[in-house]
């Protein structure tokens, strides 16, 4: 993770042996957790209530799902959603490198690397953009297959990706 004053730069290594899309290139909002994805969870107040979060997903493909939460999966349409309020926009500019072949089952593939920046102005429920040195957000990050995935930041049995209790803490130093 990097800053500057006008984004957040995140890259996420993810090894896989059978990297899968399989979404139409100009999908919007897929449910790239039905598959192969990144996720990346910002609860930018940093006090871990599960209140005001956003949530980007980047997939192999280069596919973007972006919402914004007002509580824990809330809100929420019925099983096909929406969820959240996915009518938001992180603005993100991604790049993904897949190390291997996408949607080929038949080699053994080494993963997928995923580079996000996004900007500060896009997440307004942040109580400041952008965060003064010394700020602490909780984040959490995974890597998702199939609906299920590993974290940053465990969550050893306490709620769902979503329970912002068990993100990280990232703290934004300014070195002098």
Known sequence: MFWDRTHLYLGITARDRDVRGGFPADAIDPHLWERDTTEIMIDPD??????????IQIGPQNLV???MF??????????AGPFGHQSWS???????????????????????VVEARIPFESLARARERPPACGATWRVNLYVMEDNAGVSFSPLRGEGNFHHAPRFGRFVFRCDP
């Open 90 to 112: 992180s603005g993100v500019e991604s790049a993904v490198l897949v190390q291997g072949t996408l949607d080929d089952p038949s080699d053994v593939d080494a993963g997928y």
């Open 46 to 55: 940093g006090d871990g209530d599960g209140r005001d979060y956003y949530e």
């Open 70 to 79: 007002d509580a824990p999966n809330r809100p929420r349409g019925g099983p």
């Open 65 to 67: 799902f972006d919402s």
